[in-house]
């Protein structure tokens, strides 16, 4: 065998193994710390549908939030006056209805009488 044509055989050995070693190399399974491909997502502006002040703030900024989880809280000073205001009316109109229907007995007992 010719020395030229041994030369060509080992030059080719040589890049089939270099071939088949970069080939294999690529297939080994590394733990990847990176994800290709891109992400979605959308802004989302929350709000209290009535103005107030700030009491409490439970999450922070990019933190994940559960579904229906409260956000914030607002100072509610005025509205549980309201809440005692509405109470103690509805307590009045309850005592008024007594003495009302009090009032219709009693003129329902006279009027029987008088027949």
């Excluded at 030229?4 to 050995?13: F, I, M, Q, W």
């Excluded at 959308?42 to 990019?62: H, I, K």
């Excluded at 006056?81 to 109470?87: K, L």
């Amino acid at each position: 065998m010719p020395l030229a044509h041994r030369t060509y055989r080992v030059g080719l050995l040589i890049a089939l193994v270099s071939a088949m070693a970069v080939l294999v190399s690529g297939c080994s399974k590394q733990a990847s710390t990176s994800y290709q491909g891109y992400i979605e997502g959308e802004f989302v502006y929350v709000a209290s549908p009535v103005a107030g002040r700030l009491d409490r703030l439970t999450v922070r900024r990019g933190e994940t939030v559960a579904a229906k989880a409260p956000l914030f809280a607002l100072e509610a000073v005025d509205e549980a006056a309201a809440q005692r205001q509405a109470q103690q009316q509805y307590i009045a109109a309850q005592a008024q209805m007594w003495r009302n229907l009090r009032h219709v007995e009693a003129s329902w007992r006279l009027s029987r009488r008088l027949k």
